[in-house]
């Protein structure tokens, strides 16, 4: 049976793995954010940057579960409240996802958009402060609304008319046409 050793009983060689690991799992979910910045908003990878936000917390939800498990045997409230954590983060992930896996289930669907306008949301600071916006009306007067990026804001500026492929649930532009 395998039995799980506190770090203070550990030999040099399997506290440097311990800590190889937690380092690795740390860099990866910096590397992950980074990647997640850089994603597009419109296009093939519209979908992988809806998925990119659910994934931050199953990382999450991982980390605190497997805290709770290596401090088992040190601390019982520990397991709880890690568990418990893990529990909340995982439900987050899967109600983030739940519309991204509706879509890529039904597939995109095709509008044709009129009196269209494109807006530029600036927030207070940082790298995500500015966020771009297509705005438009379909021919039963629905009126819709999907992330852009900056290069295709400054396309579409003058702009009337435009029919988009998209996910509906998510919002998300694979194509426009």
């Given at each position: 049976m395998w039995r799980i050793k506190k770090k203070e009983n550990l030999r040099e060689k399997e506290k440097t793995r311990s800590d190889i690991i937690g380092f690795a799992f740390w860099i990866g979910l910096l590397l992950y954010i980074i990647a997640g910045l850089v994603m597009p908003e419109t296009g093939r990878w519209c979908m992988v940057n809806e998925g990119w936000g659910a994934g931050i917390f199953l990382f999450l939800g991982m980390n605190f579960l497997c805290a709770g498990i290596r401090n088992r045997r040190k601390n019982r409230t520990a397991v709880v409240v890690?568990?418990?954590?893990?529990?909340?983060?995982?439900?987050?992930?899967?109600?983030?996802?739940?519309?991204?896996?509706?879509?890529?289930?039904?597939?995109?669907?095709?509008?044709?958009?009129?009196?269209?306008?494109?807006?530029?949301?600036?927030?207070?600071?940082?790298?995500?402060?500015?966020?771009?916006?297509?705005?438009?009306?379909?021919?039963?007067?629905?009126?819709?609304?999907?992330?852009?990026?900056?290069?295709?804001?400054?396309?579409?500026?003058?702009?009337?008319?435009?029919?988009?492929?998209?996910?509906?649930?998510?919002?998300?532009?694979?194509?426009?046409l």
């Open positions: 890690g568990t418990a954590m893990a529990i909340v983060f995982f439900v987050i992930c899967g109600w983030m996802s739940s519309k991204m896996a509706s879509d890529l289930i039904a597939g995109p669907q095709i509008a044709h958009l009129t009196s269209v306008t494109v807006d530029e949301y600036n927030g207070l600071h940082g790298l995500a402060s500015h966020r771009y916006y297509l705005c438009g009306y379909d021919e039963n007067w629905e009126e819709y609304q999907f992330d852009i990026s900056a290069d295709e804001y400054y396309e579409l500026e003058e702009k009337q008319q435009i029919t988009v492929l998209y996910y509906p649930r998510t919002e998300r532009i694979l194509k426009f």
